[in-house]
């Protein structure tokens, strides 16, 4: 096994998981239909992406502790959609909408950029410092930061951004330091490094 498949299996069972909320709490409301598309259609992105374009840090194989401690700890993602079902609360259209912007902006960093290292490193080996990367070294994380923010955002409630900041320090931020440690070896990332940021794009540098 490896640690794709927990991944695809915690994304595969989301729109399940939304849905069944809905349906135990009798909510069909605006904002939980929306979560439902937003959050569902993420997951279904997922699958869709590891099936085309890959990333091969997640080909990891991992034993059956460690997968069943990982669905558990990715089931924290689902704390927003159950905060949102459970409470009933009424989301204002401003709210939705600017989930719904946010959402929209991280599927396209996320996903275009993954595409753009997967077929750019499939042709040619080196350093990817331009495109979606030119001014950030992890746009896809950035993009990722915020999907899993709109989805916070929609759900009217702070746990889900303590749950967010959790995944950011201990798994988001540990990797890009490990990524800008391997990249160190090329003899141009000291110049990438000062005219793109860690996460945030830096703008208003030259190059």
């Known amino acids: 096994m490896q640690l794709r498949h927990v991944i695809n299996l915690h994304k ?13 709490y009798g ?4 904002a939980a239909w929306v979560y439902l598309a937003l959050h569902g259609t993420y997951g ?16 990891q194989p991992v034993g059956w502790g460690m997968a069943i401690a990982g669905l558990l700890v990715l089931a924290l993602y689902w704390l927003a959609p159950f905060l949102l ?18 959402n929209i902006f991280g599927v396209f960093l996320h996903y275009v950029s993954d595409a753009q290292k997967y077929y ?3 042709y040619h080996k080196g ?19 915020l999907i899993y923010g709109s989805f916070a955002l929609l759900s009217m409630h702070w746990q889900p951004f303590v749950v967010l900041a959790g995944f950011f320090f201990a798994v988001f931020l540990p990797n890009m330091r490990r990524k800008d440690e391997s990249l160190s070896r090329y003899d141009d990332f000291e110049a990438y ?8 794009p830096k703008l208003g540098s030259r190059g």
């Open 127 to 145: 350093l990817i410092d331009e495109g979606l990367f030119a001014r950030s070294r992890n746009t896809n994380y950035l993009g990722e930061l």
């Open 12 to 24: 595969g069972a989301t729109p399940v998981v939304v849905a069944a909320l809905m349906g135990i």
């Open 85 to 102: 079902i459970s409470s009933g609360v009424e989301v204002p259209a401003p709210i939705v909408a600017g989930a719904v912007a946010l």
């Open 44 to 59: 279904l992105l997922w699958l869709l992406k590891d099936w085309i374009y890959p990333d091969r840090q997640w080909q």
């Open 27 to 30: 909510n069909g409301s605006v």
């Open 120 to 122: 750019t490193l499939r």
């Open 193 to 200: 490094r000062e005219r793109s940021g860690l996460l945030l």
